[in-house]
């Protein structure tokens, strides 16, 4: 059973950059899609970034050439890079996993943390 936690979340001013991490305590050696997903009050959730364990990553348009996901080589830690920050990425943040490929959950994955909220102001 994978265990997620997120950390790193904050308030920033527009332009500004942070940093998430989420530790996987559970089976990382089997999580073949690791990914960051956003939700802000009153809409939906939305795909942020996915990695998968082949290092094959997705982005939103939104978040194209501004955000950055990565991982550490043993897998336990996902990140996500966020510069050149806007009031509109304002959301909570989860990361979540799935020992599917990514291309093969189309964004349903099964594991999930608890989120940390971004807050960006203009």
């Known amino acids: 059973q994978a265990q997620l936690a997120e950390s790193g979340g904050g308030s920033v001013q527009a332009g500004g950059s942070l940093r998430l991490s989420c530790v996987n305590s559970g089976y990382s050696y089997s999580m073949h899609c690791r990914g960051w997903f956003r939700q802000a009050p009153g809409k939906e959730r939305e795909e942020v970034a996915t990695?998968?364990?082949?290092?094959?990553?997705r982005y939103a348009d939104s978040v194209k050439g501004r955000f950055t996901i990565s991982k550490d080589n043993a897998g336990n830690t996902l990140y996500l890079q966020m510069n050149n920050l806007k009031p509109e990425d304002s959301a909570m943040y989860y990361c979540?996993?799935?020992?599917?490929?990514?291309?093969?959950?189309?964004?349903?994955?099964?594991?999930w943390g608890q989120g940390t909220q971004v807050t960006v102001s203009s």
């Open positions: 990695i998968d364990s082949d290092g094959v990553t």
């Open positions: 979540a996993a799935d020992h599917k490929y990514c291309e093969d959950v189309n964004g349903k994955l099964n594991y």
